[in-house]
């Protein structure tokens, strides 16, 4: 399956999310938040295209990662591609996180199937825009203090959303 990516995958990432992580960079976002630190990924026909096979041929070939965190740009415009990155990662036991400027209730309110296909394999959302007034740096993996970490499976079960805590 196609997928546009800003750049190529970061290895042993520390900074977005807990442990080892890679990150996938998509390419694409709708958003515009004034203050946006990486304006690159916005052209929807920016970046370059890859395949999801090709990404998961080189996952496979990675140690000791704790998860992939898919940031971006936006996610969620390319949900199925990502679906099928973050399945994948499931079975080789990692976690996943993802970063998008949609708030959850907006993601819920949708209900795009794929978009569903997509939340249905994350585990950790890290939600809406990026707010200049609210930047905060000091703020663990997150860049405004509008946004949330939410753990996505004990939202879904207690059908309210529940913070991540380390
Ligand atoms: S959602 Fe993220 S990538 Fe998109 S404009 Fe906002 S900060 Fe930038």
Redesign the pocket.
């Known amino acids: 399956m196609k997928i546009r990516l800003a750049s190529s995958l970061t290895r042993d990432s520390i900074v977005d999310g807990p442990g080892l992580r890679t990150v996938l960079w998509t390419q694409g976002?709708?958003?515009?938040?004034i203050?946006?630190?990486?304006?690159g990924?916005?052209p929807l026909d920016g970046g370059f295209e890859t395949s999801t096979e090709e990404i998961m041929e080189t996952l496979k070939t990675l140690k000791l990662q704790k998860g992939i965190t898919f940031?971006?740009?936006?996610p969620f415009l390319q949900p199925e591609a990502c679906a099928e990155i973050a399945r994948f990662c499931h079975n080789l036991n990692w976690d996943v996180w993802v970063?998008?400027?949609y708030t959850y209730e907006e993601i819920l309110a949708n209900n795009n199937s794929l978009w569903n296909e997509f939340l249905e394999e994350i585990d950790v959302l890290i939600d809406g825009?990026?707010i200049l007034e609210k930047k905060d740096f000091t703020l663990l993996y997150r860049?405004s203090s509008n946004q949330r970490i939410i753990d996505v499976n004990l939202s879904k079960k207690n059908n309210k959303i529940v913070f991540w805590e380390q």
């Not at 976002?29 to 938040?33: A, E, L, P, S, V």
């Not at 203050?35 to 304006?39: D, T």
């Not at 940031?71 to 936006?74: I, K, L």
């Open positions: 976002c709708k958003h515009h938040c203050g946006c630190h990486n304006p990924t916005h940031s971006g740009g936006e970063y998008t400027g825009p990026f860049g």
